[in-house]
């Protein structure tokens, strides 16, 4: 349905971070093809023509302000320089109203993106990762918070350690909560970062969908091929893998 020109809009923050690093670097890391790949996604053949397509080609930067607006959506991301940091925001332009019950896939991954952005810049600056991405419904009705014991997780900066998976009793800290989601860092993976996705049942999936995308730094290629095979054997196991909003 198309929105009337004169519906009454509002700016809603999806998603804000304070990142330890000055507003030019971290400007420049939403600015240079380079550095975005090093936060933003996951690996993929698609990942560099997803970063033209998204970042350069599709996209109005302000410079000065430090402001790229995202053509086709009411979407921006808004880097505020504060002392030696910087507050890191996705703003989006959207009608008055209530969204607090509402499942929104692109706002669930700004929200992951830009808490890999401020993992990146405060743990691993300028080091290249590596990721594992899998996704899709579960084979139960159980979700993978719940099947990793994380929908009781501690606050963010608290100590955490996993209780249940192929990795239990991995610890590190949570690093980020969201309504849908939760992000946590793991020590064993050469301080890497866990994020946990879940989309509630409904609509194309009764029984929800998981995204689990699993960030590391330096760990050798015996490591990551072991890591690999552990988490990719527990998920064949609990759930059918989907590609991102296929049906």
């Known amino acids: 349905m198309t929105e009337a ?4 809009r509002e700016d809603h923050v999806l998603v804000e971070v304070t990142v330890p690093a000055p507003a030019d670097a971290v400007w420049a890391a939403l600015r240079d093809p380079q550095k975005i790949k090093n936060w933003f996604g996951w690996d993929a053949d698609s990942l560099k023509d997803e970063i033209d397509f998204i970042f350069i080609t599709h996209a109005e930067a302000d410079d000065e302000k430090r402001v790229v607006s995202f053509v086709g959506v009411n979407d921006r991301y808004e ?6 940091a910087s507050v890191v925001r996705v703003v989006r332009s959207a009608p008055v109203g209530d969204w607090s019950d509402v499942f929104d896939g692109m706002i669930e991954g700004w929200i992951s ?4 952005l401020a993992f990146a810049f405060a743990r691993h600056p300028g080091q290249p990762r590596r990721t594992i991405f899998v996704s899709g419904p579960p084979r139960e009705d159980r979700l993978a918070r719940s099947l990793l014991g994380l929908d009781a997780a501690p606050a963010p900066g608290e100590p955490w350690s996993m209780p249940l998976g192929p990795d239990a009793e991995a610890s590190g800290q949570v690093w980020f909560t969201a309504r849908h989601q939760i992000g ?3 020590d064993a993976w050469g301080d890497g970062l866990l994020v946990v996705l879940d989309q509630p049942p409904g609509g194309k999936n009764p029984r929800g969908t998981t ?3 699993l960030t590391t730094y330096g ?3 015996p490591a990551f091929a072991d890591l690999e ?3 990719k054997g527990w998920w064949d196991q609990r759930f059918e893998t989907v590609a991102p909003g296929c049906d």
């Open 5 to 8: 020109a004169d519906q009454p």
């Open 79 to 84: 880097v505020e320089a504060r002392g030696d």
């Open 113 to 116: 993106f830009t808490w890999q």
């Open 184 to 186: 946590v860092t793991v």
């Open 211 to 213: 995204m689990l995308t």
């Open 219 to 221: 760990l050798s290629d």
């Open 229 to 231: 095979s552990r988490w």
